[in-house]
């Protein structure tokens, strides 16, 4: 079976500050990993996903993960942030033994302060 | 173009009433998904629709049934609601099991 950890519930950053939200994963068998995000009051939005070929991977709004399959991480980063990128932020993983049903992180929710 | 949709937005029921919580997509996937949402859990899901004619338990079934009506529409019912099932309910979407789901904007519900 698998999981996921994001360790940090809340991670407060100033504008225009780098961010890194820190995703782990366990499983026994090969993975593809996402990052979600959800804005107030909305669904999840798809920002980055890693299915196979190069481990870094860059999603939409600037944001990019790199797959780190010994340390078994997904972490998402992000070089300058903005306001609008307050949100909360979802990992998730998925893999052939649980019939790819996702399985999500508990969220860890960005606050970007001006 | 609408995506996924659900319906009500809100809804507050009290203990032991019934409902259904709607949901249709209309990019024509084949795979439809339930999940509730609750403080500091993340997402877990509660049944999914793999192809239009099957359904499965996920992490979270008990208190809930789903029917997938046809290709877009897929419903769940709670017959007999209780407090611990106020929550955030969302429906998703995707081309099949491995590809990326697609989120409706949700349904938050009070049972009181």
């Known amino acids: 079976a698998q999981s996921v950890t994001q360790l940090d519930s809340q991670v407060p950053v100033f504008e225009e500050a780098p961010v890194e939200l820190r995703c782990n994963y366990s499983?026994?068998?090969?993975?593809?990993l996402f990052w979600y995000v959800q804005y107030p009051n909305q669904g999840l939005q798809l920002l980055l996903k890693?299915?196979?070929?190069?481990?870094l991977v860059k999603g939409i709004n600037g944001f990019e993960a790199e797959f780190n399959k010994s340390q078994t991480s997904f972490h998402l980063r992000k070089p300058s942030v903005h306001i609008s990128d307050t949100a909360e932020y979802f990992c998730?993983?998925?893999?052939?033994?649980?019939?790819?049903?996702?399985?999500f992180g508990s969220g860890t929710r960005l606050l970007v302060r001006p | 173009n609408a995506g996924v949709t659900q319906t009500p937005k809100f809804q507050v029921l009290k203990t032991g009433q019934s409902m259904t919580l709607q949901c249709a997509q209309d990019?024509?996937?084949?795979?439809m998904y339930w999940y509730r949402q609750d403080p500091g859990m993340g997402l877990r899901l509660i049944y999914y629709?793999?192809?239009?004619?099957?359904?499965d338990k996920g992490e979270v079934p008990n208190g809930y049934n789903v029917s997938r009506l046809n290709k877009r529409e897929f419903s769940l019912r709670l017959e007999s609601a209780a407090p611990s099932q106020t929550s955030v309910y969302f429906c998703?979407?995707?081309?099949?099991?491995?590809?990326?789901?697609?989120f409706g904007p949700g349904t938050r519900l009070t049972v009181l």
């Open positions: 998703a979407s995707s081309e099949s099991p491995r590809d990326t789901q697609y």
């Open positions: 499983s026994s068998v090969s993975v593809y």
């Open positions: 890693y299915l196979s070929g190069s481990t």
């Open positions: 998730a993983v998925s893999s052939m033994d649980s019939s790819y049903k996702l399985i």
């Open positions: 990019m024509n996937h084949n795979s």
């Open positions: 629709s793999a192809s239009e004619g099957t359904t």
